[in-house]
């Protein structure tokens, strides 16, 4: 009596290939260049990551300062009440994004070409 049949053996085989292709995908997909995107009034600003930098941003309530540090950004301090955008801390992967909804300031992280995420 055979436990594993030709079949079951071509399948675990595919099964195998497959998961390894989507491993290469996913990791040369997270070797592109990623860009901080900074909304205020002001405008918008776009930091190709890594960088070292400071951005000052005037909103309704103060001042927002923005830090961008090697592949990392933060909301480093700001005039709001509850200061819940300066407690985010830092933010480095694709889609993460710190709002300061007093100041009107959005600052997230994206994919160079403009795309967050790709379903397949």
Do not use: H
């Amino acid at each position: 009596m055979k436990i594993v049949k030709v079949g079951d053996l071509i399948l675990i085989g595919f099964f195998l290939v497959l998961g390894a292709g989507s491993g290469v995908l996913f990791w040369t997909r997270a070797g592109t260049a990623n860009v901080c995107v900074i909304k205020s009034i002001e405008g918008v600003q776009r930091i190709v990551l890594p960088a070292d930098t400071c951005v000052t941003l005037i909103g309704p309530v103060g001042k927002t300062v923005v830090e961008v540090k090697g592949k990392r950004v933060r909301v480093r301090e700001s005039d709001c009440l509850n200061k819940i955008c300066v407690r985010t801390g830092w933010i480095s992967i694709s889609g993460q994004m710190s709002v300061c909804a007093p100041n009107r300031v959005i600052v997230q992280i994206t994919q160079a070409d403009g795309v967050d995420g790709i379903t397949r």
